[in-house]
């Protein structure tokens, strides 16, 4: 049903003096106008008068409000009671121009589900031939009852929907007209996609997969080509003769794998393209599907979906220099081979100190960074790289760059080290023992102080010859002192 519009327009007639407004009713082809004027001096009553204007003549109505004059100073006083008036007419007109009776509406027909592609159906309906034909807008709910429960609406009569189908599919779809007031449906029209057939366990497990993407020199259309790298586990009741097949879906193009990886008892685990017709710029889902055969087993296909941004491994920024000057240092890089321009990507400089082993990893949008550091120490540089979300849903994160040395090595030699370590080591000891020996005279025990001569060497020698003299009686010693000035001189002699 078409909405009911209201306009209004407040004019002043300078002449007279006095306000008048104008209102406007919109409703599909038909509009409403009412035209309230303020007092005129040549009238002494003047109406409201309301017309409805549209194709079905019966529909004309007219309504005259008697307004008495009044002076020009109460005239927006007016205005209140009559908009009051107004807003009752549009109720009765609004009522006027619905249905006189409810419409009933019928479920779509011939409502089928067909597989148009790996993890694709194409959902198709008919509208009901027995639906009452009416001059309004009916529309469709789509229900997605199965692997996942999902609801829309559409306009038309057929629907796309990509999602996995190992597990099977259903779907219902009804008939809906809405307006301001309510929502009116029919009844459910339902059908079933059955899962494919296999026994349980057969099917492979831990299915993973990932992009990349290397520069095409060759190729001036596309001078970037995705590859494409899948891995799997065997189910864990599948045959001993089973045999894995893959094959990817994007877009309308669908390959088969030509190149596998084998285990040890010859079945296919992982799957290779070096080129395929993904774009890594786009938005579809990628679509990847394993069956396969065994002669003692069905084996159940299994099918996934992944989104790009979430399995595309960048490559590591091109051409990482580092430099230093004074205590700055410069680090520059470009851009991943990719197909995305070089605003699209954030960065990650990761910087560490050797000498120390700090670490210090910063996040920027530009391919440049300076850092204030210690031009003592050696340092090792690395960058990595990831799709900005303002190109694309964030993903995963590049490898880290090959590392960049610079700066000062401040090794000392082996030899070098050892001779400092041993001579603080001795230094070390000696002066613990020289504590020890202090704090328990230790010393005085090890080496206990002689004892001074009680007479001095005059009479040391005196005594020394008076002892000769006693014993030999044929020899004399007269002993002679000489004493000088700083100077003594002993002199014997012997008769």
């Not at 204007?53 to 005239?75: A, I, N, T």
């Not at 990761?350 to 990893?361: E, M, P, S, T």
């Not at 050696?378 to 490898?399: F, I, N, P, T």
Request: proline residues 6%.
């Amino acid at each position: 049903m078409p909405r009911l519009l209201c306009v209004f327009t407040l004019g002043y007639h300078i002449s007279s003096s006095r306000f008048f407004l104008i209102a406007q009713l919109f409703q599909g082809d038909r509009n409403i106008v009412f035209i309230f004027p303020g007092s005129i001096s040549t009238f002494f009553n003047s109406f409201v008068t309301c017309s409805l204007l549209g194709k079905k003549k019966k529909k004309e109505k007219l309504f005259k409000v008697k307004v008495p004059q009044v002076d020009s100073g109460l005239d927006m006083i007016i205005m209140a009671p009559v908009l009051l008036i107004l807003l009752g007419a549009t109720e009765i007109l609004q009522a006027d121009l619905l249905p006189d009776d409810k419409i009933s509406l019928l479920p779509p027909v011939n409502f089928t589900i067909k597989v148009t592609g790996l993890a694709q159906v194409l959902l198709r309906w008919e509208p009901n031939p027995d639906q009452e034909q009416r001059n309004v807008n009916l529309e469709y709910q789509v229900k997605i009852n199965a692997p996942k429960e999902d609801d829309y609406e559409t306009r038309i009569t057929e629907s796309k929907c990509v999602t996995i189908l190992h597990k099977g599919f259903s779907a219902s779809v009804r008939t809906i007209l809405q307006n301001d007031h309510s929502l009116l449906a029919s009844s459910w029209a339902s059908a079933e996609l059955h899962a494919p057939p296999g026994s349980p366990g057969t099917s492979v497990v831990n299915l993973t997969c990932t992009t990349n993407t290397t520069a095409d020199n060759y190729s001036h259309l596309r001078p970037y080509q995705v590859s494409l790298h899948c891995t799997w586990l065997v189910g864990t009741d599948a045959p001993e003769d089973t045999q894995y097949f893959l094959y990817y879906r994007y877009g309308s193009w669908t390959e088969e794998c030509q190149e596998y990886s084998k285990d040890s008892m010859g079945r296919n685990i992982a799957c290779w393209f070096p080129r395929t017709f993904i774009h890594s710029r786009g938005r579809d889902w990628l679509a990847v599907l394993v069956n396969g055969s065994s002669k003692h087993s069905a084996i159940k296909p299994f099918d996934q979906l992944f989104a790009l941004h979430a399995i595309d491994q960048i490559n590591p920024p091109l051409n990482v220099t580092a430099e230093i000057k004074g205590t700055r240092l410069s680090i520059q890089w470009e851009k991943p081979v990719s197909a995305f321009p070089i605003h699209c990507f954030d960065y990650e400089v990761k910087i560490h100190n050797a000498r120390n082993g700090y670490l210090q990893i910063e996040k920027m949008m530009t391919n440049a960074f300076i850092s204030i550091i210690d031009d003592l120490s050696k340092y090792d540089v690395q960058v990595r790289a990831a799709v900005s979300s303002m190109c694309r849903e964030a993903g995963l994160w590049s490898e880290w760059s090959q590392p960049i040395y610079v700066g000062k090595d401040e090794h000392k030699p082996l030899r070098q080290w050892f001779l400092i370590v041993l001579m603080a080591t001795i230094c070390f000891i000696l002066l613990i023992l020289l504590l020890i020996c202090r704090i328990c005279h230790l010393w005085i025990k090890l080496f206990p102080p002689i004892p001074a001569p009680k007479s001095n060497i005059k009479d040391l020698f005196v005594t020394a010859n008076y002892e000769k003299a006693g014993s030999v009686e044929t020899e004399i010693e007269v002993i002679s002192y000489i004493e000088k000035p700083g100077v003594e001189t002993l002199e014997d002699s012997v008769f």
